[in-house]
Structures are given as C-alpha cells and as structure tokens.
C-alpha cells in the first residue's frame, strides 16, 4: 500500500538552526516519484523539489538539501541556517502507480517554527 | 505569482448545493491538477487533466466532476454538497502528460464554506 509518514507534526527551532524534516514513504512499485512541498502562513502551496526512485543522489539548493535513501525508504528535508520565512507547514508526497494507475499520497505535514 | 489563476477565492453555499471551480493554467502548461486540502482529510489529489482528457484520478467523489475546456482552463464541479466538502481546493499546473513527473505550480486555492 502507498504510505507517506511525517512522523514530526511540529518543530520548533531558533533563527540560524538547522533543522531536519523527516519522510518515510512505502510502496510495492519500483518506479515512484518523491516530493516536498511548503505551505506558508498565507497558505499557497509551493512545490520544493522532485526525485524518481532512480536517481538517489542527494540535492542540495542554497539552504535547502535533500537526503534520499531507499534502503530505509526515506526522503528527509533539511534547512541549514533556518530563517524565520522558513516558517511554514512541509508536505511529503509519493506518486506511484498503485493498482495500475499513477496517484499521489501526501504526508500529514510537519509544521516548522522558526522563532527569530 | 506562480502564474495559475483560480476563481472565486472565496465561496460560501449551503449543503445540497452545487458550485463550480475555476483554474486557469499557467501560459504554455497543458496539465491541470486538483487537489482538497481539509482538516480531516489532509492533502489529497483529486483529478489531473491533460490538453483536455482526463489523465489520472485519485480520491474524487462522484458528486465531483471536472473537465478541462479548448482554451485549457479548468472547471471543478461540486453538487450535492456536504459540510465535509468544506475544504481549500488548489489547482497546479504542469508541462507535461505524464502525472507527477514535472515540476507542478500552484494556485492560490479556493477556499469553499459548506454551511
């Protein structure tokens, strides 16, 4: 079954932390597509980043790096030197083709506070 | 500005009613993406339409439908509708055919009161 688990529902980390977000995902298909999303206060969604099961090279974009490791089927999200935009609720999303046709679950969220 | 429009921001209606959503895609994208997002429920991915044809479903109800016109704008169609349909409703947009393998852009969502 397709399974997305956020297990941190809130973080709170002081301005010039980093922080780390954890994902771990399940799923049966080899072929999937890992995501990370971030909804701010104002609450539009905005896409981060993502990784097909293929490619586990770790990515890494300004203050922002991902660690994907499928031996323990987990994506994780880590902000260097938090700031207080970062600020936001974190979504972790899989899409695979469970039962034949491509869907999308999506984590619970992890909520970050970033106090200044 | 992610460049996807949605409207109205807001919509509040009563229960059996029925209400339509609108998306229109950022220039250039032929994917069109609905998702709710309620306190029960959480995120979940609706439907994705692509250059007109619907292209893959997740957890939309029956009481839902929506379509995708010529122009490529979207339209999310609610009927019947329940206090639990009361939910934020975003649209993404995206180049390609194949769901959830690009980069996906959102709107600013709709928010719909059921009461």
């Known amino acids: 079954a397709q399974k997305v688990t956020q297990a941190q529902t809130e973080i709170s980390v002081v301005e010039k932390e980093d922080v780390t977000l954890d994902c771990v995902y399940e799923?049966?298909?080899?072929?999937?597509?890992l995501f990370w999303y971030k909804q701010p206060p104002s609450g539009e969604l905005v896409f981060l980043i993502r990784?097909?099961?293929?490619?586990?090279q770790n990515e890494i974009s300004g203050r922002y790096s991902w660690n994907f490791q499928k031996s323990t089927s987990s994506f994780n999200f880590t902000i260097t030197a938090s700031q207080v935009v970062d600020s936001a609720v974190y979504f972790c999303?899989?899409?695979?083709?469970?039962?034949?046709?491509?869907?999308?679950?999506f984590g619970t969220g992890t909520k970050l506070q970033v106090i200044p | 500005d992610s460049g996807v429009t949605q409207t109205p921001k807001h919509l509040i209606t009563a229960t059996g009613q029925r209400v339509t959503l609108r998306c229109s895609p950022r220039?250039?994208?032929?994917?069109v993406y609905w998702y709710q997002q309620s306190l029960d429920q959480g995120l979940q991915f609706l439907i994705q339409?692509?250059?007109?044809?619907?292209?893959a479903k997740g957890n939309i109800l029956e009481r839902f439908s929506a379509q995708q016109f010529p122009d490529l704008h979207s339209e999310l169609n609610l009927s019947s509708l329940e206090l639990g349909d009361s939910a934020l409703y975003f649209c993404?947009?995206?180049?390609?055919?194949?769901?959830?393998?690009?980069?996906?852009?959102f709107g600013p969502g709709t928010r719909l009161t059921v009461l």
């Open positions: 993404a947009s995206s180049a390609a055919r194949d769901s959830f393998t690009d980069t996906q852009y």
């Open positions: 799923t049966r298909d080899t072929t999937y597509y």
């Open positions: 990784r097909n099961s293929f490619d586990e």
């Open positions: 999303a899989l899409s695979d083709k469970s039962g034949g046709y491509q869907k999308v679950t």
């Open positions: 220039s250039g994208d032929l994917s």
């Open positions: 339409y692509y250059n007109g044809e619907e292209r």
